[in-house]
């Protein structure tokens, strides 16, 4: 009898425990992909979601066993709508986390609902300056960097490049200031001015007009997507290409951008945290799928992207797709256990990355077609300088 009881005992624990992992296999994750697709910033959040439908090819649909539904938001790259989508997100369709947001502004108006609601958001760009910072938060991870590491050592290049007299010009928003800021450190000659332009602008003759007229020997210009393209034809038009050099980071100039702004950006210096070229297996797979699906190198926003969605993925098959175990889930993301297309990647106490940053160059092919061609390594496995004000251990 004692024997027939302690069978059905195991028994019973065997069905259970097969029910347990039925219930995992079966598990579905609700992800949360929200990014500029329309707005003056759309040439970004469109390159976001090429990364993320590369990752989702490669990951076939899910994390592990762990299915996936995807509910898309656009934050149009203005704060209002990011709000919005976001509480749509959080109320509505009920997600168990949030990935994305393609600008600092958007940044600045959605972490703080989003921790709010102790929902856990992977970052698939620039992180700014207070998240990275004092209002850090243990449900905030970067997947790309801290706005100021994209920019680390171009203040030291540009000196070493000859520049005496430094102007600096961006767009009037949170990444703008942080950018043309670190553009200054280890620059060791005059900055003749700082100046911003409204994020809407796209007319910038006036202004280049002030730069030709300031005397400045170099200029650091920080406009992301279609700014950028619009800035850098209009240098061109202005015969300004190979008098007055222009260095900046990948936001100015990089894949998405290379068709409307042709040659006029051949020689440019910009600083990346992710380009094509980095040599590795896994941004070897990327580039070459990339490339396949889409008939060109991918820029960083889809570089980022695609490893914020690797990290996410590594974290829920630790977790077995139990992301409401949120001690679990948030070592597990902060394990970083995955191959980062852009080569070395941890996460620091703040959530942001430690990583490279590497000095490029807008080259040509035989073909004619452009490249970033990688000419230094400007800062290896470093860190943000705002990790020492955030409270995480």
């Known amino acids: 009898m004692k024997r027939i009881l302690k069978t059905g005992v195991i028994g019973a624990a065997l069905m259970m425990l097969l029910g347990l992992n039925q219930v995992l296999a079966d598990t579905k994750l609700k992800v949360g992909f929200i990014s500029a697709q329309s707005g003056p910033l759309n ?4 390159e976001q979601k090429r990364g993320f439908e590369i990752a989702m090819d490669h990951l076939g649909g899910k ?6 539904e995807v509910v898309a938001a656009d934050s149009k790259g203005n704060p209002s709508a990011t709000v919005q989508e976001i509480s749509r997100l959080i109320d509505k369709e009920k997600v168990d986390v949030i990935v994305g947001l393609s600008a600092s502004n958007e940044l600045v108006a959605g972490v703080k609902p989003i921790v709010d609601a102790k929902i856990f958001f992977i970052g698939m760009n620039g992180g700014v300056a207070m ?8 449900y905030y991870f970067n997947a790309a960097f801290q706005n100021a590491q994209l920019t680390t050592g171009m203040g030291a290049f540009m000196t070493k490049q000859g520049v005496k007299k430094l102007y600096l010009i961006g767009a009037d928003f949170e990444a703008g200031y942080e950018h043309t800021d670190a553009a200054k450190t280890g620059f060791k000659g005059e900055i003749v001015a700082s100046q911003f ?13 002030k730069i030709r007229a300031s005397g400045a020997d170099g200029v650091f210009a920080f406009y992301p ?12 038009q202005a015969g300004l290409v190979g008098k007055i050099p222009v260095f900046s980071n990948i936001a100015l100039t990089e894949p998405t951008a290379f068709q409307a702004q042709g040659k006029s ?13 980095i040599d590795n297996p896994a941004n070897k797979r990327f580039v070459q799928d990339f490339k396949t699906k889409f008939g060109r190198d991918p820029a960083s926003y889809a570089g980022l992207a695609y490893d914020a969605m690797m990290l996410l993925d590594s974290a829920v098959k630790e977790v077995k797709g139990n992301v409401k175990d949120q001690t679990a889930f948030r070592a597990a993301l902060k394990k970083a256990n995955f191959q980062s297309v852009r080569g070395p990647f941890a996460f620091n106490t ?3 990355p430690i990583e490279n940053t590497y000095l490029t160059v807008v080259d040509e092919r035989s073909d004619g077609s452009l490249y970033l061609k990688q000419v230094a390594v400007i800062a290896e496995k470093s860190p943000d300088e705002f990790a020492k004000k955030c409270p995480l251990k």
């Open 63 to 68: 994390f592990g066993s762990t299915q996936i």
């Open 131 to 138: 998240n990275a910072g004092e209002q850090c938060s243990p």
């Open 225 to 236: 997507g279609g700014l950028g393209i619009a800035f850098m034809r209009q240098w061109a």
């Open 197 to 209: 332009t409204p994020l809407t602008q796209l007319d910038f003759a006036a202004d280049i007009a």
């Open 43 to 46: 040439v970004l959040g469109l």
């Open 350 to 352: 703040n959530n942001h």
């Open 265 to 277: 950006v051949l020689g440019t210096y910009v600083s990346a945290t992710y380009f094509a070229g």
